[in-house]
């Protein structure tokens, strides 16, 4: 069965701390996304990557970085933390996308409050 | 005008009535269309994957498109209070596309 988990399904931090989200897939997919999801604006694409220490900027790169050393893991960092950041981040994983039945995987999701 | 529109809802119906839940969209180049449920707190889960127009359909599930009127469409037939969520449409233009998301609808059925 297809699993994706991700580190901390609550998180609060303070405005200026370092937050690192880390997703991991277990189906050997080599696409992997990071969204946010905010009520009314729905899934935002931050970062994805589609292989192995590759990465590229989604729609709404800004205030984030990400890394994938790994097939399996990819990690979301938020380096200094703001409340407009406070959203529900959700980890996303795909196969190939020549696949023409290709869909994505989400995770549960990663709530954080920036106080 | 945002790519893909959806009304956010809330939609509440009895137990056992027809659903019907619609997504807009601008770009005509799009050609696969999903609908994902998402259940409170969890992550979204893909329930309907079609290619261009015409009806697909999965149990009590119907998705429709209509690329003449840029126009899909998620009917649940018998809904139970277990379809109540929020759903959400998704398109792409090709394979090596990215996945443009709806806003998503939040459905309550009422036993």
């Known amino acids: 069965d297809v699993k994706v988990t991700q580190s901390s399904r609550y998180l609060v931090k303070r405005t200026g701390e370092k937050v690192f989200l880390e997703c991991v897939q277990d189906?050997?997919?080599?696409?992997m996304f990071w969204y946010r999801q905010d009520p009314g604006l729905g899934l935002r694409l931050i970062y994805f990557?589609?292989?192995?220490?590759?990465?590229e900027k989604g729609d709404i790169p800004e205030g984030y970085s990400v890394s994938r050393e790994k097939k399996e893991r990819f990690s979301l960092i938020l380096e200094s933390t703001s409340t407009n950041q406070t959203s529900m981040y959700l980890c996303a994983s795909s196969p190939p996308l020549t696949s023409r039945t290709d869909t994505q995987y989400f995770g549960p999701g990663t709530r954080l409050t920036v106080l | 005008q945002k790519e893909v529109e959806q009304d956010p809802g809330p939609l509440s119906v009895p137990e056992g009535a027809i659903v019907s839940l619609n997504c807009t969209y601008s770009?005509?180049?799009?050609?696969?269309f999903m609908w994902y449920r998402q259940y409170s707190r969890k992550g979204p889960e893909l329930l309907m994957y079609t290619y261009s127009s015409g009806n697909k359909e999965d149990g009590r599930f119907t998705a429709q498109v209509d690329k003449s009127s840029k126009y899909i469409s998620l009917f649940i037939r018998d809904s139970q209070p277990s379809d109540s969520a929020t759903y959400l449409c998704?398109?792409?233009?090709?394979?090596?596309?990215?996945?443009?998301f709806g806003p998503g609808t939040s459905l309550s059925v009422i036993p």
């Open positions: 770009n005509s180049a799009f050609q696969y």
């Open positions: 998704a398109m792409i233009k090709t394979s090596y596309d990215k996945v443009i």
């Open positions: 990557s589609y292989d192995v220490k590759m990465k």
């Open positions: 189906m050997d997919h080599e696409n």
